[in-house]
């Protein structure tokens, strides 16, 4: 399993979130919402240091993760984070 941030999101997460050089960026299982795997459960993402990191990438400094608790979630499957150019918002997708 990757981690995947096209140039667009790292540019999102720079502007909107403000995120810079040695910051860590979480991406999660949360309860609510629908994902392609599991109904009731959707992805959930914020600023966080990490616990126990199952997958990482690092991107011009910034620590994209993952932690072992939530691997579950991805089914095996890459996540890919990309920004919707209509509503300029991120769009994750998932790859076998």
Not at 5 to 20: N, P, T, Y
Not at 24 to 31: E, H, Q, T
Not at 34 to 49: A, K, Q, T, V
């Amino acid at each position: 399993m990757n981690i995947n941030i096209s140039e667009d999101a790292l540019l999102w997460f720079q502007e909107e979130m403000e995120v810079k050089d040695g910051d860590y960026i979480r991406f999660y299982s949360r309860y609510g919402g629908s994902s392609p795997f599991h109904e009731g459960f959707s992805i959930g993402m914020n600023r966080e240091e990490p616990h126990d990191i199952g997958v990482e990438v690092i991107v011009q400094g910034i620590h994209f993760y993952i932690e072992k608790d939530d691997q579950w979630f991805f089914n095996e499957h890459d996540l890919v984070v990309e920004v919707d150019n209509e509503s300029e918002e991120l769009k994750y997708s998932y790859l076998k």
